[in-house]
Structures are given as structure tokens and as C-alpha cells.
């Protein structure tokens, strides 16, 4: 596989970049939107489709976030089961998840035909299918639920996969697309009439008031609103007790016999998904899942082997031409928040999608766009980030925050495994004690050592190294960093500050 190919999803390899310029100064805007991936880039569209001047401010490239890591499957099939979703937020609740997620998908849909964007928007069926006997009694209460919330769902015992299952939740009208395409089509729009497109202007403090000021390296944003859509919000503690980084993993082969075009997800825990596209008329399959804790495996690579062996006993292929992966961000009790943060006046907040981010993205777009233009949003109430937690939660609210709490003091007790500068292998990252201090260092292809604290910026938790990804992630609130500390990812703004190295 060559370099290019490997760890870029298919979408940045076949879709190439956009080059919009660096904030040049101070400016004043209506509405200012940090992040550029699908819930800042949806945001943006729509409130200046409604008369509004926006800013967005991309610290990287925009979709070089998690929507540039997407599997694009736009679906009404949410992480968080049907079942739990009647039990936790009742039969008005679950309702309300399942059709805004259909608004959602129609919401794509409408812009793509008003718009005219070529992204192979198709409609296909969706397969929920169950390998075990076990799997397919709990599948046969979720085809229930499925209906009862108004899913147009069905059971059915033939599916159209190259493997024998026992049978399928099928739900009608879901829907792909190249999402790279889609969002390019979208940022094109927003620049022009007062509103603006920046990139590579990191955001590093936000102040809310009247207006509103959004601090970044290279001048200060003033609005009457801020959009935090940066996968988790900036520094704002309470919601972060609610959201747990995982990493997620996704391989894409041209197809070597048919595959009928769908979206298609097995009954484990953690789950496979899969779906076909057809890119520059190659048809794929996309096989996604391998999912962990952030930090909690330090052998990453070993993720796309298992993935990989699962792609190929499964589907007609004869290599694996991609290789990408990411974070998704699981809420506490299941579903996102998306609204006006809580304590704030006029910064919101979009964050907590899980796997589904591409349907809630667009959904954040919808509801934040209306909240800001003062209108009615029937889904506002049931995503607001200050609602009371119902009384189950879909993640285990106490465990998922001692796991932080254990992070935080275990990972600074821990002693490192006593290996020495000399042990590390070029492309390698570790901690180490040098100097009766732990460091994190890393060393390039050409043999260079660059050592950086490794206390993570946001709230002080210690990074882990991520061998596919060669970055430093944080297993307490999804923060990640380059090898050499630049921030990948927040809720962390600032680097990790680099440390001398003795020289030998
Ligand atoms: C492998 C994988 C498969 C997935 N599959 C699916 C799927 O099939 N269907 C689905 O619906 N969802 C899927 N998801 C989830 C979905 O892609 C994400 O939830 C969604 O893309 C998140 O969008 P976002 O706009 O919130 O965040 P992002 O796309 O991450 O955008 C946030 C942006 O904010 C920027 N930013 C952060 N901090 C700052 C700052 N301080 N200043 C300025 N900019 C900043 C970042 O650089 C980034 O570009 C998948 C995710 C992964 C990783
Ligand atoms: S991301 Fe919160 S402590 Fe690192």
C-alpha cells in the first residue's frame, strides 16, 4: 500500500483539499462557528442560507476532523438501541431520536438535489443481521422497538450478504454519499456576502457576552453567538464527565464479486459496519469497527489486522487499498447534546454523536441554526445539554468517569517500563524516565528523538502513544497530539510544551 494511501480514508485520497486563507485580523461577524467538519460546516450553510454573516475558524484543514475519517453511513439505526432509547427517554423520546435522524437524512438529501452536488447520494436499505442464536433474539426486540418509533423496518431471514446469517433487522430509505463531496460543496458556499471560511486559525480562548469574543492566534472574532462544533467542546468541564473518547477503525477494498449496494452492521460488542461506494467507478466495501477506549491499546496497528481478517473472510476482495482511523464521542446517557451550553448565554455546543456523527452533525446544523435565529426546533428539548439524565443510562455514567479518575492518577503513578532512550525504534513513541522525570518521546524515520511533556494540556491527564495513527492520545476526554505535541484534536488548545533530551 503506498504512503498516500495509508491512513487517509478513501474520502481525502479521492476529494482533494480546498485551500481557504488564515484569519487575517480582527473581525466582526454575526454568528462565529469553530470547527470545520460537518456540524460547524452544516451550521455555517444554513444560517447564512438565512441571512446571517458567519465566520468558521478551522485550526487544521477542514474535514481533517472525524468527518474526514467517516464511513458516511447515513442512518436511523443509532448506536444506542431502540430498546434503551423506549426505556430511558420513554415512547416521545425515542420517537423524537428516530425522526430527527430521518430529518437529518432528508435534510442531506434536500441539499443535495437543491444544490446539484455530485457525491453519489443513493438510497439503499440498511441490514442490522444476527450470526447467533443469542443475536437474534435480542435483534428480534429491536425490530420491534424499530417499529414501534416508527422505523420502516422489517425482519427478514434473507439478506443479501456473501455469508450465511441467521437473519435481519432491514430498515428502508437510509442512505450514502461521499461525505468528503458533500462538505466541500457545502464550505464552496460559505465564504462571500460577510461570511467567511478561515483556516489553519486555531481557536484558544472563547468569551461569552455581548458580543461574544473568540480568541485566536492570529486576531479576535466578535459575535453575537459562538458554535462550538470541534468534536468536544473547549474546556467545559461538566459536559465533559458525560463523553467518552473511543477509537474506531475502517478499511476499504475494491470489490472482487458483487455485493448488493447497502449499509450492513453485524450484533457483536463493539459492532462491524459495512458499506459499498462506488468512487471513480470503483466499487468498495468499507468495513469499519475494532473499537476501544481511547489509550487503552497501545498496539493500534494490530486493530486494522483484526479488522482486515474480518473484511476478508467475509466479502469478495482481493486487497485492501485504505486504511483510516478515529474517534467517536459516546455520550453518557446515549444520545448527543446539542444546544446552548449550560451556564452560557450565547456559545453553544454540538458533541456526544457516537457513531452515528454525520446524521447528529447535520441535525446540530438544523437545531443550532433555528435556536440562533430564534425559531422553534421540535428536537431542541431532547438534546439540550443541561437535560436531566434519565434514569438508566446507554454508558455506564459512574464507571466510564472512574475509568478518568483511575487514568489520572494511575497514569501518573505508573513507573515506565524502564526502557531507555536507546531502546526506541525509529517511528516509535513511549514514555520515558530521563532524569527521574517521564517524558514522552518519540523518534522519527531519520533516527531524531523529539521529547514533549506528557501531561495532557486540557486537564492534566497523561497521553498514550497510538502506533497506527502515530499520535498521542488522551484517554481521558479524546485530546490528541502530533509525535512531536502540535494539538490533533480537543478539547486540549495548547501543545505539549517539548522537553530537552540529555545529549549523549
Ligand atoms: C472511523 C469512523 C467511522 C464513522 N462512521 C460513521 C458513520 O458511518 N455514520 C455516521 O453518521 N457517523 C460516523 N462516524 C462519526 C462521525 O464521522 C463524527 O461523529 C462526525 O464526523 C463528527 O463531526 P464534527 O463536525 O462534530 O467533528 P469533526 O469532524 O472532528 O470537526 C471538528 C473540527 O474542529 C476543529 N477544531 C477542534 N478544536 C479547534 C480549535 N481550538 N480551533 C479551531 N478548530 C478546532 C478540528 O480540527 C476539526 O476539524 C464515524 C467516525 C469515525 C472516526
Ligand atoms: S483531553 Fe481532557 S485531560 Fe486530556
Given at each position: 500500500m503506498?504512503?498516500?494511501r495509508l491512513h487517509k480514508s478513501l474520502w481525502t485520497v479521492t476529494a482533494p483539499p480546498r485551500n481557504f486563507p488564515v484569519l487575517p485580523g480582527d473581525l466582526d461577524v454575526d454568528v462565529a462557528i469553530i470547527g470545520?467538519?460537518?456540524?460547524?460546516?452544516t451550521t455555517a450553510w444554513l444560517l447564512k442560507r438565512a441571512g446571517k454573516k458567519v465566520a468558521v475558524l478551522e485550526m487544521h484543514r477542514i474535514l481533517s476532523g472525524q468527518t474526514g475519517q467517516t464511513t458516511a453511513h447515513l442512518t436511523e439505526l443509532l448506536d444506542t438501541p431502540y430498546t434503551a432509547l423506549l426505556k430511558d427517554f420513554g415512547d416521545k423520546g425515542a420517537h423524537l431520536a428516530a425522526s430527527s435522524s430521518r430529518a437529518a437524512i432528508e435534510q442531506i438529501a434536500s441539499t443535495v438535489e437543491t444544490l446539484s452536488i455530485d457525491c453519489g447520494f443513493t438510497r439503499v436499505p440498511a441490514f442490522k443481521f444476527a450470526e447467533t442464536e443469542a443475536e437474534l433474539r435480542d435483534l428480534l426486540h429491536e425490530v420491534a422497538a424499530a417499529r414501534r418509533v416508527g422505523l420502516l423496518a422489517s425482519f427478514n431471514r434473507s439478506v443479501p450478504l456473501p455469508f450465511p446469517v441467521k437473519g435481519a433487522l432491514r430498515v428502508e430509505d437510509q442512505a450514502l454519499l461521499h461525505p468528503r463531496a458533500y462538505l466541500l460543496a457545502l464550505a464552496d458556499r460559505v465564504p462571500g456576502d460577510g461570511s467567511h471560511l478561515f483556516e489553519q486559525s486555531k481557536v484558544v480562548d472563547i468569551h461569552d457576552g455581548t458580543p461574544c469574543r473568540v480568541v485566536t492566534e492570529h486576531g479576535t472574532v466578535t459575535a453575537r453567538a459562538v458554535v462550538e462544533a470541534t468534536t468536544t467542546p473547549l474546556n467545559r468541564v461538566a459536559l465533559h464527565t458525560r463523553l467518552y473518547p473511543y477509537r474506531t477503525y475502517a478499511v476499504a477494498a475494491p470489490l472482487d464479486g458483487p455485493l448488493e449496494p447497502g449499509q450492513y452492521f453485524d450484533s457483536?460488542?463493539?459492532?462491524?459496519?459495512?458499506?459499498?461506494?462506488r468512487v471513480d467507478g470503483v466499487p468498495y466495501v468499507i468495513v469499519g469497527g475494532e473499537d476501544h477506549k481511547v489509550g487503552a491499546h497501545e498496539d493500534t496497528a494490530a486493530r486494522f489486522a483484526t479488522l482486515e481478517a474480518y473484511a476478508r473472510a467475509r466479502f469478495p476482495l482481493k486487497r485492501v487499498t485504505h486504511r483510516w482511523s478515529g474517534q467517536v464521542i459516546e455520550p453518557a446517557d446515549g444520545l448527543p447534546s446539542i444546544g446552548r451550553n449550560v451556564g452560557s448565554r450565547h456559545v453553544y455546543v454540538a458533541t456526544g454523536f457516537s457513531g452515528t456523527g454525520m446524521t447528529f452533525g447535520t441535525l446540530a446544523g438544523m437545531v443550532l441554526s433555528d435556536l440562533i435565529l430564534g425559531q422553534e426546533n421540535p428536537y431542541a428539548a431532547l438534546y439540550?445539554?443541561?437535560?436531566?439524565?434519565?434514569?438508566a443510562g446507554a454508558k455506564d455514567f459512574i464507571q466510564e468517569n472512574a475509568d478518568v479518575a483511575f487514568r489520572f492518577v494511575a497514569d501518573r503513578l505508573s513507573k515506565p517500563d524502564g526502557r531507555h532512550l536507546k531502546d526506541l525504534a525509529p517511528g516509535e513513541g513511549r514514555i520515558l524516565e530521563v532524569d527521574g522525570r517521564k517524558v514522552a518521546v518519540y523518534r522519527d524515520d531519520e533516527g531524531t528523538a523529539h521529547a514533549v511533556s506528557p501531561v495532557c494540556t486540557h486537564l492534566g491527564c497523561h497521553v498514550h502513544w497510538n502506533n497506527a495513527e502515530r499520535s498521542w492520545d488522551c484517554p481521558c476526554h479524546g485530546g490528541r497530539f502530533s509525535p512531536t505535541?502540535?494539538?490533533l484534536n480537543g478539547p486540549a488548545v495548547s501543545d505539549l510544551p517539548s522537553r530537552k533530551l540529555p545529549v549523549k
Open positions: 503506498n504512503d498516500e470545520g467538519g460537518v456540524a460547524g460546516l457483536r460488542d463493539p459492532y462491524h459496519y459495512i458499506r459499498t461506494q439540550a445539554p443541561g437535560r436531566l439524565k434519565p434514569r505535541g502540535r494539538v
